[in-house]
């Protein structure tokens, strides 16, 4: 498969700096769509992202049923060939049960997994270090840990991701905390690792606040939508951080709206006015409104024209 120019080709573990947390197309009945999936995939692959992840929230995984999150893995992974590695979401909040899909992640041939701090049942630091440990210990694929206490209300010290970094294929965290001066803590407190630990920024609107703050690379909702502009933003930040800035600032309002409600649902909107697979979304979620739509429609036109 060709691949844009503007490919990033550093990798760590073989994860790249680009990662994109794919939706899930579905029909407009609300069924998988299979050839959509297939589309989209290479749709990232052509804007810049050289990891794609499935099964993560953006991804719906919540609601996908059945044999669904690895029909996706299947397809993502034949789709992209050599030209992007494909993480898997295995998360859970019950230990076993997460154990048991890191494990089959691993036979079904995910290059990386994304581990969600256990939800709802909120672990204390040394449950949450026992947890991923646990699945550390189930998969020799590179783990990476997800940092989101606003769904999760699992806050993870920065104490624990230290002892973390020092398993090693536990290879790095989606920081989605917002808080940058924790992420320099995190940063600081894992420098020494063995094999070195990486940190990706899981909310686009601080993705540049955090490769500032030592951040190998973004999980990106919005390189959905922008991915050649964060790939590019990417790229230049070394050596030419002005125009990184410019770059980042420009995709603020997209950032800003892709939350505007629940996600996926602006982004699903966004995907069908650019003619992408998207469909709707799973209940209890529900469409994004008419203002939403409108004012994605508005982003989308002004990011086009600014271009």
Known sequence: MATADHVLPRTVHGIGQLVTAMATPFTAEGELDREGAAVLTRHLIATGTTTVLVNGTTGESPTLHGEEAWQILDIVKATAGSAATVMMG????????????????????????????????????????????????????????????????????????????????????????GD????????????????????????DEVNLPLLASGAFGV????????????????RVFPTDPAKALALHLACMPLHRV????????????????KGLPAGPVRAPLVDASDAVVRQMKQVLDELKASR
Not at 185 to 199: H, Q, S
Not at 258 to 273: D, I, T, W
Request: with cysteine; glycine share 8%; charged share 15%.
């Open 219 to 234: 999980i990106s909702v919005a390189a959905h939508l922008a991915g050649a502009l964060i790939a590019e933003m990417i």
């Open 180 to 203: 940058v001066a924790k992420a320099l803590d995190v940063a600081r407190a894992t420098a020494g690792a063995d094999g070195g630990f990486a940190l990706w920024s899981g909310a």
């Open 258 to 273: 892709l939350f505007a409600e629940p996600s996926p649902a602006p982004l699903k909107a966004g995907l069908a006015y």
């Open 90 to 177: 295995v998360g859970s909040n019950d230990t076993a049960k997460t154990c048991a899909l890191a494990k089959r992640a691993t036979d079904a041939g995910a290059d990386s997994i994304l581990v969600v701090s256990p939800y709802y049942n909120k672990p204390d630091q040394r449950g949450l270090l026992r947890h991923f440990t646990a699945v550390a210990n189930a998969s020799p694929l590179p783990l990476v840990v997800y940092d989101i206490p606003g769904r999760t209300a699992a806050i993870i010290a920065v104490d624990t991701l230290k002892e973390l970094s020092a398993i090693t294929h536990i290879v790095g965290v989606k920081d989605a905390t």
